[in-house]
Protein backbone atom coordinates (compact mmCIF):
# COMPACT_ATOMS: atom_id res chain seq x y z
CA UNK A 1 0.00 0.00 0.00
CA UNK A 2 1.49 3.54 -1.12
CA UNK A 3 0.84 6.99 -0.19
CA UNK A 4 0.89 9.64 -2.08
CA UNK A 5 1.25 13.06 -0.55
CA UNK A 6 0.77 16.28 -2.71
CA UNK A 7 1.39 20.09 -1.69
CA UNK A 8 -0.49 21.99 -4.12
CA UNK A 9 0.90 25.58 -2.12
CA UNK A 10 4.36 24.20 -1.08
CA UNK A 11 6.04 27.39 -3.18
CA UNK A 12 4.14 28.94 0.49
CA UNK A 13 4.03 26.33 3.18
CA UNK A 14 7.35 26.22 2.65
CA UNK A 15 8.83 29.01 3.99
CA UNK A 16 6.98 29.09 6.74
CA UNK A 17 4.49 31.65 6.06
CA UNK A 18 1.45 31.08 9.01
CA UNK A 19 0.32 34.58 8.79
CA UNK A 20 -3.24 35.67 6.40
CA UNK A 21 -2.04 38.29 4.56
CA UNK A 22 -2.71 38.28 0.88
CA UNK A 23 0.85 36.86 -0.38
CA UNK A 24 1.35 35.16 -3.84
CA UNK A 25 4.57 33.41 -5.05
CA UNK A 26 5.07 34.03 -8.39
CA UNK A 27 7.34 32.25 -10.84
CA UNK A 28 8.08 33.42 -14.70
CA UNK A 29 7.79 31.19 -17.63
CA UNK A 30 7.96 32.55 -21.59
CA UNK A 31 7.47 35.72 -20.16
CA UNK A 32 4.12 35.45 -18.20
CA UNK A 33 3.93 35.83 -14.41
CA UNK A 34 1.93 33.14 -13.16
CA UNK A 35 0.46 32.16 -9.48
CA UNK A 36 2.26 29.17 -8.17
CA UNK A 37 1.11 29.94 -4.29
CA UNK A 38 -1.02 31.76 -2.33
CA UNK A 39 -2.57 32.64 0.82
CA UNK A 40 -5.79 31.54 2.54
CA UNK A 41 -6.71 35.31 2.16
CA UNK A 42 -5.56 35.68 -1.40
CA UNK A 43 -7.76 32.83 -2.62
CA UNK A 44 -10.60 34.37 -0.89
CA UNK A 45 -10.53 37.03 -3.63
CA UNK A 46 -10.49 34.38 -6.34
CA UNK A 47 -7.22 34.16 -6.94
CA UNK A 48 -6.60 30.62 -8.06
CA UNK A 49 -3.14 28.84 -9.15
CA UNK A 50 -1.90 29.15 -12.70
CA UNK A 51 -3.66 32.33 -12.76
CA UNK A 52 -1.40 35.54 -14.33
CA UNK A 53 -0.18 37.50 -12.27
CA UNK A 54 -2.29 40.24 -13.82
CA UNK A 55 -5.47 39.01 -13.15
CA UNK A 56 -5.12 38.36 -9.82
CA UNK A 57 -3.78 41.79 -9.02
CA UNK A 58 -7.82 42.79 -10.52
CA UNK A 59 -9.00 41.09 -7.83
CA UNK A 60 -6.70 41.74 -4.75
CA UNK A 61 -4.56 44.73 -5.92
CA UNK A 62 -2.93 45.24 -2.43
CA UNK A 63 -0.77 41.97 -1.95
CA UNK A 64 3.03 40.88 -1.15
CA UNK A 65 4.58 38.77 -3.91
CA UNK A 66 7.29 36.04 -3.56
CA UNK A 67 9.35 35.03 -6.78
CA UNK A 68 9.32 31.35 -6.51
CA UNK A 69 12.61 29.64 -5.24
CA UNK A 70 13.21 25.99 -7.00
CA UNK A 71 16.34 25.55 -4.33
CA UNK A 72 14.31 26.43 -1.03
CA UNK A 73 11.81 23.61 -2.18
CA UNK A 74 13.88 21.04 -3.08
CA UNK A 75 15.46 21.65 0.42
CA UNK A 76 12.73 21.98 2.62
CA UNK A 77 10.84 18.53 0.27
CA UNK A 78 13.90 16.58 0.93
CA UNK A 79 13.58 17.51 4.84
CA UNK A 80 10.35 16.35 4.99
CA UNK A 81 11.20 13.29 3.24
CA UNK A 82 13.79 12.51 6.07
CA UNK A 83 10.42 13.35 8.47
CA UNK A 84 9.04 10.26 6.28
CA UNK A 85 11.54 7.80 7.25
CA UNK A 86 9.93 7.02 10.34
CA UNK A 87 6.73 5.72 8.65
CA UNK A 88 8.57 3.85 6.01
CA UNK A 89 11.95 3.01 4.11
CA UNK A 90 10.59 3.46 0.76
CA UNK A 91 10.00 7.24 -0.18
CA UNK A 92 9.75 9.48 -3.22
CA UNK A 93 10.03 12.83 -3.55
CA UNK A 94 10.16 15.09 -6.22
CA UNK A 95 9.39 19.07 -7.25
CA UNK A 96 7.14 18.80 -10.44
CA UNK A 97 8.78 20.92 -13.04
CA UNK A 98 5.53 21.47 -15.72
CA UNK A 99 2.70 21.40 -13.00
CA UNK A 100 1.45 23.85 -10.49
CA UNK A 101 1.24 21.19 -8.40
CA UNK A 102 5.37 21.91 -7.16
CA UNK A 103 5.53 19.06 -4.54
CA UNK A 104 5.04 15.68 -3.81
CA UNK A 105 5.80 13.09 -1.17
CA UNK A 106 4.89 9.32 -2.38
CA UNK A 107 5.90 6.46 0.38
CA UNK A 108 5.47 2.47 1.00
CA UNK A 109 3.13 2.17 4.06
CA UNK A 110 1.92 -1.19 3.77
CA UNK A 111 5.07 -2.87 6.06
CA UNK A 112 4.31 0.06 8.54
CA UNK A 113 0.69 -0.72 9.45
CA UNK A 114 0.71 -3.22 12.39
CA UNK A 115 3.65 -1.17 14.10
CA UNK A 116 1.34 2.05 14.22
CA UNK A 117 -1.66 0.35 14.82
CA UNK A 118 -3.34 0.10 11.53
CA UNK A 119 -4.03 2.08 8.88
CA UNK A 120 -6.31 4.17 10.28
CA UNK A 121 -3.62 5.30 13.18
CA UNK A 122 -0.84 5.44 10.57
CA UNK A 123 -2.80 7.89 8.86
CA UNK A 124 -3.65 10.27 12.06
CA UNK A 125 0.07 10.57 13.25
CA UNK A 126 0.96 11.57 9.47
CA UNK A 127 -1.87 14.20 10.06
CA UNK A 128 -0.73 15.76 13.06
CA UNK A 129 2.70 15.78 11.98
CA UNK A 130 1.65 17.77 8.88
CA UNK A 131 -0.42 20.16 10.83
CA UNK A 132 1.89 20.91 13.76
CA UNK A 133 4.54 21.82 10.77
CA UNK A 134 1.46 24.02 8.72
CA UNK A 135 1.86 22.21 5.95
CA UNK A 136 -1.70 22.17 3.57
CA UNK A 137 -1.80 18.84 1.46
CA UNK A 138 -4.05 16.34 -0.11
CA UNK A 139 -3.55 12.34 0.51
CA UNK A 140 -4.37 9.46 -1.82
CA UNK A 141 -3.87 5.45 -1.41
CA UNK A 142 -3.45 3.28 -4.10
CA UNK A 143 -1.80 0.06 -4.67
CA UNK A 144 0.93 1.26 -6.64
CA UNK A 145 2.46 4.56 -6.27
CA UNK A 146 1.18 5.84 -9.61
CA UNK A 147 -2.47 5.10 -8.18
CA UNK A 148 -1.89 6.78 -5.23
CA UNK A 149 -0.92 10.28 -6.70
CA UNK A 150 -3.51 9.78 -9.16
CA UNK A 151 -5.95 9.83 -6.20
CA UNK A 152 -5.04 12.36 -3.85
CA UNK A 153 -5.65 14.42 -7.78
CA UNK A 154 -9.21 13.15 -7.39
CA UNK A 155 -11.24 16.98 -6.55
CA UNK A 156 -13.36 16.99 -3.06
CA UNK A 157 -16.16 18.05 -5.00
CA UNK A 158 -16.54 15.15 -7.40
CA UNK A 159 -17.94 11.57 -6.59
CA UNK A 160 -15.08 9.39 -5.20
CA UNK A 161 -13.72 6.98 -7.26
CA UNK A 162 -13.75 3.45 -6.16
CA UNK A 163 -10.94 2.31 -8.35
CA UNK A 164 -8.68 2.75 -10.57
CA UNK A 165 -11.64 2.61 -13.90
CA UNK A 166 -13.43 5.39 -11.86
CA UNK A 167 -10.78 7.89 -12.00
CA UNK A 168 -11.04 10.90 -14.49
CA UNK A 169 -8.57 11.53 -17.01
CA UNK A 170 -7.44 14.36 -15.29
CA UNK A 171 -6.17 12.40 -12.84
CA UNK A 172 -3.85 10.86 -14.63
CA UNK A 173 -0.21 11.54 -14.76
CA UNK A 174 0.02 12.76 -18.74
CA UNK A 175 1.77 15.20 -20.33
CA UNK A 176 -0.52 17.93 -21.55
CA UNK A 177 -0.30 16.73 -24.73
CA UNK A 178 -0.96 13.39 -24.21
CA UNK A 179 -4.21 14.61 -22.64
CA UNK A 180 -5.45 16.84 -25.02
CA UNK A 181 -4.94 14.05 -27.38
CA UNK A 182 -7.19 11.80 -25.70
CA UNK A 183 -10.05 13.95 -24.75
CA UNK A 184 -10.21 14.73 -28.41
CA UNK A 185 -10.78 11.28 -29.42
CA UNK A 186 -13.25 11.01 -26.54
CA UNK A 187 -11.96 9.50 -23.63
CA UNK A 188 -12.77 10.67 -19.71
CA UNK A 189 -12.12 7.74 -17.91
CA UNK A 190 -9.09 5.71 -16.94
CA UNK A 191 -10.89 2.55 -17.22
CA UNK A 192 -11.71 3.50 -21.12
CA UNK A 193 -7.87 3.44 -21.23
CA UNK A 194 -7.34 0.29 -18.93
CA UNK A 195 -9.77 -1.34 -21.56
CA UNK A 196 -8.21 -1.00 -24.33
CA UNK A 197 -5.65 -3.76 -25.77
CA UNK A 198 -1.92 -2.75 -25.02
CA UNK A 199 -1.17 -2.96 -28.76
CA UNK A 200 -4.00 -0.61 -29.89
CA UNK A 201 -2.76 1.95 -27.26
CA UNK A 202 0.49 1.57 -28.15
CA UNK A 203 0.22 2.03 -32.07
CA UNK A 204 -2.47 5.16 -31.40
CA UNK A 205 -1.11 6.78 -28.65
CA UNK A 206 2.58 6.12 -28.27
CA UNK A 207 4.89 3.48 -26.01
CA UNK A 208 4.86 6.19 -22.93
CA UNK A 209 0.88 5.91 -21.83
CA UNK A 210 1.24 2.61 -22.25
CA UNK A 211 4.21 2.34 -19.91
CA UNK A 212 2.54 4.53 -17.39
CA UNK A 213 -0.72 2.36 -17.15
CA UNK A 214 1.20 -0.77 -16.98
CA UNK A 215 2.79 0.83 -13.68
CA UNK A 216 -0.43 2.15 -13.25
CA UNK A 217 -1.94 -1.58 -12.37
CA UNK A 218 1.37 -2.95 -10.92
CA UNK A 219 2.58 -4.98 -14.14
CA UNK A 220 5.23 -2.70 -14.25
CA UNK A 221 8.19 -1.92 -11.81
CA UNK A 222 7.66 1.73 -10.06
CA UNK A 223 11.19 3.04 -11.53
CA UNK A 224 10.52 5.44 -8.75
CA UNK A 225 13.73 7.23 -7.32
CA UNK A 226 14.03 6.35 -3.60
CA UNK A 227 15.07 8.29 -1.10
CA UNK A 228 18.26 7.45 0.92
CA UNK A 229 18.72 8.85 4.54
CA UNK A 230 22.18 11.28 4.45
CA UNK A 231 25.45 10.55 6.29
CA UNK A 232 24.80 14.41 7.64
CA UNK A 233 21.92 17.07 7.82
CA UNK A 234 22.90 19.57 5.46
CA UNK A 235 20.01 22.03 4.64
CA UNK A 236 19.32 25.84 3.80
CA UNK A 237 16.54 28.21 5.15
CA UNK A 238 15.62 31.00 2.69
CA UNK A 239 13.90 33.75 4.70
CA UNK A 240 11.01 35.85 3.36
CA UNK A 241 12.50 39.04 4.54
CA UNK A 242 15.86 40.22 6.12
CA UNK A 243 16.15 39.74 10.13
CA UNK A 244 18.29 42.54 11.24
CA UNK A 245 18.36 41.64 15.09
CA UNK A 246 19.08 38.52 17.29
CA UNK A 247 15.65 38.65 18.52
CA UNK A 248 14.29 38.56 15.88
CA UNK A 249 16.61 35.42 14.42
CA UNK A 250 15.89 33.51 17.56
CA UNK A 251 11.82 33.38 16.52
CA UNK A 252 13.23 31.90 12.93
CA UNK A 253 15.39 29.61 14.50
CA UNK A 254 12.02 27.91 16.47
CA UNK A 255 10.83 26.35 13.26
CA UNK A 256 14.05 26.10 11.75
CA UNK A 257 15.12 23.75 14.74
CA UNK A 258 11.61 22.45 15.02
CA UNK A 259 11.98 21.34 11.68
CA UNK A 260 15.64 19.62 12.18
CA UNK A 261 13.81 17.71 15.47
CA UNK A 262 11.47 16.38 13.23
CA UNK A 263 13.84 15.01 10.54
CA UNK A 264 15.92 13.60 13.42
CA UNK A 265 13.51 11.69 14.96
CA UNK A 266 12.08 10.16 11.60
CA UNK A 267 15.19 8.76 10.91
CA UNK A 268 15.86 7.31 14.44
CA UNK A 269 19.14 9.62 14.91
CA UNK A 270 20.74 12.11 16.98
CA UNK A 271 23.51 14.81 16.36
CA UNK A 272 26.04 16.07 18.50
CA UNK A 273 27.69 19.10 16.56
CA UNK A 274 25.96 21.94 14.22
CA UNK A 275 27.32 24.26 12.34
CA UNK A 276 24.86 27.68 12.16
CA UNK A 277 25.43 29.46 9.13
CA UNK A 278 23.90 33.13 9.00
CA UNK A 279 24.13 34.55 5.74
CA UNK A 280 24.18 38.14 4.77
CA UNK A 281 23.80 39.72 1.48
CA UNK A 282 27.66 41.55 0.89
CA UNK A 283 28.73 40.19 4.32
CA UNK A 284 30.63 37.25 4.66
CA UNK A 285 28.86 34.37 6.52
CA UNK A 286 28.43 34.20 10.16
CA UNK A 287 29.67 31.09 11.18
CA UNK A 288 28.66 29.55 14.88
CA UNK A 289 29.26 25.91 15.78
CA UNK A 290 26.30 24.65 18.43
CA UNK A 291 28.37 21.71 20.44
CA UNK A 292 26.25 19.44 22.53
CA UNK A 293 27.64 17.22 25.22
CA UNK A 294 25.89 14.49 24.42
CA UNK A 295 24.03 13.50 21.24
CA UNK A 296 20.55 14.91 21.07
CA UNK A 297 17.56 15.11 19.16
CA UNK A 298 15.62 17.54 20.93
CA UNK A 299 14.61 21.02 19.15
CA UNK A 300 14.01 22.83 22.64
CA UNK A 301 17.89 22.23 23.59
CA UNK A 302 19.01 23.03 20.43
CA UNK A 303 17.01 26.32 20.66
CA UNK A 304 18.19 27.44 23.99
CA UNK A 305 21.81 26.33 23.14
CA UNK A 306 21.37 28.61 19.84
CA UNK A 307 19.81 31.22 22.10
CA UNK A 308 22.74 31.60 24.56
CA UNK A 309 25.46 31.99 22.10
CA UNK A 310 23.34 34.67 19.27
CA UNK A 311 22.91 36.63 22.95
CA UNK A 312 26.97 37.38 22.32
CA UNK A 313 26.66 37.86 18.97
CA UNK A 314 26.24 41.08 17.13
CA UNK A 315 25.08 40.71 13.44
CA UNK A 316 27.59 42.77 11.40
CA UNK A 317 24.16 42.71 8.20
CA UNK A 318 20.64 41.31 8.05
CA UNK A 319 19.99 37.97 7.56
CA UNK A 320 18.90 36.44 4.47
CA UNK A 321 19.19 32.66 4.65
CA UNK A 322 20.33 29.97 7.40
CA UNK A 323 22.15 26.97 6.77
CA UNK A 324 22.34 23.78 8.67
CA UNK A 325 25.51 21.76 8.88
CA UNK A 326 25.82 18.52 11.22
CA UNK A 327 28.21 15.57 12.05
CA UNK A 328 27.64 12.74 10.92
CA UNK A 329 24.14 11.24 11.88
CA UNK A 330 24.50 8.58 14.85
CA UNK A 331 21.59 6.27 16.30
CA UNK A 332 19.74 7.40 19.09
CA UNK A 333 19.97 6.34 22.65
CA UNK A 334 16.59 4.64 23.74
CA UNK A 335 16.53 4.41 27.68
CA UNK A 336 14.90 1.78 28.80
CA UNK A 337 14.39 2.98 31.97
CA UNK A 338 12.14 5.96 30.69
CA UNK A 339 9.28 3.39 30.15
CA UNK A 340 8.70 3.64 33.75
CA UNK A 341 10.10 7.30 34.69
CA UNK A 342 6.88 9.05 34.87
CA UNK A 343 7.73 12.08 37.03
CA UNK A 344 10.05 15.37 35.96
CA UNK A 345 13.47 14.39 35.02
CA UNK A 346 16.39 13.50 37.50
CA UNK A 347 19.27 16.11 38.05
CA UNK A 348 21.20 13.59 35.91
CA UNK A 349 19.41 13.69 32.92
CA UNK A 350 19.23 17.55 33.23
CA UNK A 351 22.61 17.88 33.64
CA UNK A 352 23.64 17.43 29.68
CA UNK A 353 21.58 20.45 29.13
CA UNK A 354 22.80 23.02 31.91
CA UNK A 355 26.66 22.02 30.45
CA UNK A 356 25.46 23.03 27.10
CA UNK A 357 23.87 26.08 28.26
CA UNK A 358 27.18 27.01 30.17
CA UNK A 359 29.31 26.13 27.26
CA UNK A 360 27.17 28.53 25.27
CA UNK A 361 27.08 31.08 27.39
CA UNK A 362 30.65 30.77 28.28
CA UNK A 363 32.34 29.60 25.80
CA UNK A 364 33.41 25.90 25.05
CA UNK A 365 36.87 25.91 26.59
CA UNK A 366 35.65 27.70 29.69
CA UNK A 367 33.55 24.16 30.62
CA UNK A 368 36.08 21.10 31.35
CA UNK A 369 35.31 17.87 32.83
CA UNK A 370 38.23 16.75 35.32
CA UNK A 371 39.61 13.67 35.07
CA UNK A 372 42.43 11.69 37.49
CA UNK A 373 44.65 9.48 34.94
CA UNK A 374 46.84 6.51 36.48
CA UNK A 375 49.78 8.77 37.63
CA UNK A 376 51.15 9.63 41.11
CA UNK A 377 52.79 12.69 40.27
CA UNK A 378 51.03 15.94 41.80
CA UNK A 379 51.58 17.58 38.09
CA UNK A 380 49.83 14.80 36.43
CA UNK A 381 47.37 14.04 38.69
CA UNK A 382 44.22 15.73 36.79
CA UNK A 383 43.91 16.63 33.56
CA UNK A 384 40.95 18.79 31.61
CA UNK A 385 38.74 16.63 29.18
CA UNK A 386 36.15 17.98 26.56
CA UNK A 387 33.57 15.41 27.58
CA UNK A 388 33.15 13.29 30.33
CA UNK A 389 35.69 10.37 31.40
CA UNK A 390 34.46 7.02 30.85
CA UNK A 391 35.59 6.04 34.27
CA UNK A 392 35.47 8.47 37.74
CA UNK A 393 38.73 8.50 39.40
CA UNK A 394 38.08 10.70 42.57
CA UNK A 395 40.36 12.34 44.49
CA UNK A 396 40.88 11.13 47.89
CA UNK A 397 38.73 7.69 47.28
CA UNK A 398 38.98 4.48 48.52
CA UNK A 399 40.39 3.52 52.23
CA UNK A 400 43.55 3.42 51.47
CA UNK A 401 44.12 7.22 49.80
CA UNK A 402 46.07 10.04 51.04
CA UNK A 403 44.48 13.54 50.60
CA UNK A 404 45.13 15.74 47.74
CA UNK A 405 44.91 19.16 47.57
CA UNK A 406 42.79 20.86 44.69
CA UNK A 407 44.61 23.67 44.45
CA UNK A 408 48.25 23.13 43.14
CA UNK A 409 50.50 25.92 42.96
CA UNK A 410 52.59 25.91 39.42
CA UNK A 411 55.15 26.05 39.84
CA UNK A 412 55.75 25.16 43.78
CA UNK A 413 57.34 28.21 45.98
CA UNK A 414 60.52 27.78 47.68
CA UNK A 415 59.92 27.97 51.64
CA UNK A 416 62.80 29.62 53.88
CA UNK A 417 64.20 27.86 56.67
CA UNK A 418 62.65 30.28 59.58
CA UNK A 419 58.99 29.56 57.94
CA UNK A 420 59.71 25.66 58.16
CA UNK A 421 60.72 25.61 61.90
CA UNK A 422 57.41 27.69 63.15
CA UNK A 423 54.93 25.05 61.06
CA UNK A 424 53.16 22.25 63.15
CA UNK A 425 53.45 19.15 61.11
CA UNK A 426 50.47 17.01 60.39
CA UNK A 427 51.77 14.15 58.85
CA UNK A 428 54.67 12.27 56.14
CA UNK A 429 56.64 11.75 55.00
CA UNK A 430 54.72 10.46 51.82
CA UNK A 431 57.42 9.24 49.38
CA UNK A 432 56.17 9.83 45.37
CA UNK A 433 58.67 8.27 43.47
CA UNK A 434 57.74 7.31 39.89
CA UNK A 435 58.05 8.79 35.99
CA UNK A 436 61.32 6.79 35.41
CA UNK A 437 59.87 6.49 31.99
CA UNK A 438 59.03 10.52 31.23
CA UNK A 439 60.66 13.01 33.75
CA UNK A 440 61.36 11.01 36.77
CA UNK A 441 60.41 12.25 40.46
CA UNK A 442 61.68 11.93 44.06
CA UNK A 443 59.71 13.48 46.67
CA UNK A 444 59.13 12.97 50.49
CA UNK A 445 55.26 14.83 50.77
CA UNK A 446 54.17 16.36 54.56
CA UNK A 447 51.38 18.07 55.49
CA UNK A 448 51.54 20.85 57.71
CA UNK A 449 49.75 23.99 59.42
CA UNK A 450 51.81 27.26 58.39
CA UNK A 451 52.01 30.61 60.72
CA UNK A 452 48.85 31.74 58.65
CA UNK A 453 46.81 29.08 59.80
CA UNK A 454 46.49 27.69 56.13
CA UNK A 455 46.41 23.43 55.86
CA UNK A 456 49.34 23.45 53.20
CA UNK A 457 51.05 20.55 51.18
CA UNK A 458 54.68 20.75 50.55
CA UNK A 459 57.65 18.50 49.55
CA UNK A 460 61.83 17.95 49.43
CA UNK A 461 63.14 16.95 46.31
CA UNK A 462 65.35 13.76 46.87
CA UNK A 463 67.60 14.03 43.52
CA UNK A 464 68.90 17.43 43.24
CA UNK A 465 71.95 16.79 45.51
CA UNK A 466 70.71 19.50 48.41
CA UNK A 467 72.17 18.96 51.57
CA UNK A 468 70.07 22.12 53.29
CA UNK A 469 66.74 19.98 52.76
CA UNK A 470 65.10 22.70 50.81
CA UNK A 471 61.41 22.36 51.20
CA UNK A 472 58.78 23.42 48.21
CA UNK A 473 55.21 24.73 48.78
CA UNK A 474 53.19 22.80 46.37
CA UNK A 475 49.57 22.96 47.26
CA UNK A 476 46.31 24.32 49.75
CA UNK A 477 43.66 22.44 51.10
CA UNK A 478 40.75 24.29 51.23
Not at 70 to 98: D, F, K, P
Not at 317 to 341: E, F, K, M, T
Request: include cysteine; hydrophobic fraction near 40%.
Amino acid sequence: MWLALRFPNWGLDCRGVTDERPILVVETTNQRQQVVAASRTARSHGVRLGMGLVDARMRLPEMALLDRSRSAETAAIARLAGWAWRYSSQIHWSIVERDIECARLILEIGASLRLFGGRRALLAAIRDDLESLGYRYRAGLGDTPQAALAFSRVQRSSPSATGLAGLPLACLDLDNGTRSTLRASGFRWAGELLALPPSTLARRFGKMPLAYLEQLRGRRPHELQLYELPERYRTQHELIGAVESTQGLIFVLRRVFTELSIFLRGADSAIQTLQLSLIHERQPTTRITLRLSAPSHDARHLERVACERLERITLGAPVLGIGLVSDRLRPADHQQGALWRQSEQSVNDAWPGVLDRLRARLGHQAVQWLDAPNDHRPERASVERDSAPSRWAAFGAGHDALPRPLWLLEPPEPIDAEAIEAMRWISGPERIESGWWDIGQRRDYYRAVDTRGRLIWLFRELDMGDTTGSYFLHGLFG
